[in-house]
C-alpha cells in the first residue's frame, strides 16, 4: 500500500516595512498607488486578513476611505474588489485606479484626511517556516487544525490562492489529492474568504471536517 | 528561559525563535542604550537579553555614560523630537558628539549586528566597525521641531536601517525603515498572575474599595493623559451607576508641570471620597499589576501618546479599555472589538457606562483583548522581529524568505 503523503503544517510571520510614502487625500492616493511597489500594493489588499479581527473592509484601501475620509461609497466599491480575480499585481493595481478614476469623475473634491490619520504605505517581508507539525488522516488534521496559530491558518488558506492560483487552497488541495474526499474538499473551498476572520475560517473548517469524521466513524460502527 | 513562556506566548513566535536562533546562532549582537534601569527599554531589554543569549546569540547590552550636561542636553532633543519648542546650540550638539566619542572609545562596539536605541547614543554609528547597524526609535517623531530632527538626521540616515514602533512615526530617511510596535513582558512583576491574596493586599494597603466596580486610569500626571478628563468623564457616569474612580501614577521628577497638574486634579476631585488619587513610588509594579486586576474598566484617556502600552496591560489581564484615538493606541484598541476608541470626555462617559451595564459585552471584549496582546503586543513577538530584520538585513533583497 501506498504511504499517504502527510499534510505538513508551515506558518508565516510578516515585518512591517515602510516605503516613505503617504498620501493625505484620494488624490493622493491615487498617485501613490499608481507607483508604489507591487509588494506594497500586496500587503494592503491580500494581507488585509492577516490583522485578524472583524472589520468592515476587504482592503486597507477601502478601510481609510471608509473610516478617514467618510467616502462610503468608494469604500464600498474598493471591498469589491476581489484580489484574487487578478494574476498579476499590475492587474489589481490598474482595478483600484479604475475605481477611484470612476469615483473622482464624479466627486471630484473629496475631503482630506485629519492630520495624523494619513495613508501610509507599507510592505512585509514575510518568513515561512514549518509549524513542526505533520498529519496523515482527518482526525490528525481535526487535532492540528484547532491547535495551530492563526498564521498557519492564513498560510494555507490565504497565502496559498496566490501560490496556486485559480481560488485553491492548501487544506482542500490536499484533502482532495491524497485523502481524495472531493466532497470535503469543495465544502472547504466554498467558505467565502472576505466574510470571516482568521479564526472565523478555522471555526468553519473545523466544522466541517468534524462532520467528516464523525460520518466515517458511523461507517465504521455499522 | 523561554520554555516560561511555552503556553503563554503564540506557539508560531517561539518556534520561530528557535529557527532564527539557528540561523543567527554564535553571530554577536550588542544594543546600547543610555540607562540600566528605569524606562521602558531598559525593563524589555533585562528580559530580552538573556532570551537572545539562550537561543546561542552573543548577546551584550551596553550603556553609555555622561555628565550631566550631556543628559540635559538629551532630554532636550528628546523633547524636541516629540515636538516640544527647544533649542539646541552646536555647541550642545558637539558636547553630545564628543560625549559618544569617549563612550566609542570605552565601548566594544565590535558585532555583527549593532541596536542602537533612542537619541541619546545615535552619534556612535561615526565610530562603527563592521556589522549592520540599526538606529531603533521609541519615541514619537511624527511632529518634531525640524532644525533638531535635521541635525539628528545627520547620524541616523547613516544606519543600514530605522525601526520605529508606529508606522506615522516613519520617515523619508533614505534607509530602510522597519515598523516594530513595543511590547509587554507577561511574566514580568507588572504583568504576571497574582494570587488572590496579592490583589486584595494591595488593595486594603491602598484602601480602594472592592464593593463597587472600580474605573482605572494608570498615567504619570501629566495633561496629554488628560486626567482632568478622565475625572469628567466619571462624574457623568456617576449620576447613573455608582463607581470608584482610581487615578494612580508616580511623581514625575522630571517634568516640572507634574505637580501643576497634579494639584489641579486634587482640586478637580476635592470632595468625592470616590475619587482616589495614588501617587506610587517608582517601581511599583506589583501594585499596578494588582490595581488593573481589581478594575472594571480601564482607562487610557490620552490627548497625545507615544505608544501607551498602559493599554495592552490591561487587555492582557482581560480588561475592558477605553482609549483615546491618539499614537500607538488604535493599534491596541480595535473598536468595538478589543475596546472603545473615544474621542471626547462624553464619549468616555458613555462607552465606561456601555461597560459597567454590560458585563458580558465588557468579559467578552476582555477576553478578545487579551488574545490580541497574546498575539501582538508580546516580549517575544518584539524578539522575533528584531531577530527577523537582521536576518532580513543579511539576505537582502527578498521579501519572502523560507527558514
Redesign the interface.
Known sequence: MEAIKPFEFKQCVSILKSTGRKAESLRGMREIIAGVSDESIFHHTYQYFLKGHILEYTNDFAHWSGESLEERALAERLSGIDPYDFSTIGGLRNELLRVIDDYLGKFPEPREAMPGDEFYFNQTITLTFPAGIWVKNLAEFLIAVKYVDAGSIYYHFYEARVRLGGGVDDFSAWIQDVLLNEGLAAGIRSIDPFMHTVDGIREHIVELVEDEVKKSMEIIRQ | MINQYSGVS????L??LQ?LGEKLKKKSFLHVNSTRAGGGVAEILQRMVPMLVELGIKTRWEVIEGDDRFFDITKKIHNAIQGNPEKITKEMWDHHYEINKKNAERLDLEANAVLIHDPQPSPLVKFRKKGKWIWRCHIDV?NPVKEVCDYLMRYCSKYNAAV?SV??F????GI?????PPSIDPLSEKNRELSAEEIHETAARLKIPVDRPVILQVSRFDRFKDPVGVIEAYKIVKKYNDCVLVLAGSPATDDPEGEAVLNEVKEYAAGDPDIHILLLPPFSDKDINALQRISSVVLQKSLKEGFGLTVSEGMWKGKPVIGGA?GGIPLQI?HG??GFLVHSVEGAAFRIRQFLNNPDMAKRMGE?GRE?VR?NFLITRQT??YL??W??MENKG??????
Open positions: 503564540p506557539k508560531g513566535d518556534v520561530l529557527k511624527s520605529f508606522a506615522r516613519t520617515r523619508a530617511m530602510d525603515e522597519f515598523i516594530i491618539v480595535v472589538i478589543t478578545r490580541y498575539n522575533r522581529d527577523s530584520v536576518y532580513s527578498k521579501s519572502v524568505m523560507e527558514l
